[in-house]
């Protein structure tokens, strides 16, 4: 009889020790899924601002050679020519 007591206890300490490994693992992927869905939210935060400073820069540029100091003149003008071309569309479908 006392070895069955034994086994019990022992399996009853085993099973309360699994119990405290799953609640410490189950707070801890709560812990990790935050932190993930923080870095997730900052990368696209930080991918906005580069898309944002992609536009600056690509404005910057086309005004530097608009003012003629660069050497993409012709890159300007055809970028140019294009916006006034989707301008052109817009306006005929606005009239449609």
Known sequence: MSITLEAIHLL???????????????????????SSTNFQQKILEQAQII??????????????????????????????NTLIREIDKCI???QE
């Open 51 to 80: 898309a944002s400073q992609k536009k600056e820069y690509d404005l910057l540029k086309i005004a530097k050679t608009i003012d003629g100091s660069g050497t993409d003149t012709r890159d300007t003008k055809l970028k140019i």
């Open 12 to 34: 009853e300490d085993r099973l309360q020790s699994l119990l405290s490994n799953y609640e410490f693992l189950k707070k801890e992927n709560e812990i990790l899924l935050q």
């Open 92 to 94: 005929i479908q606005l």
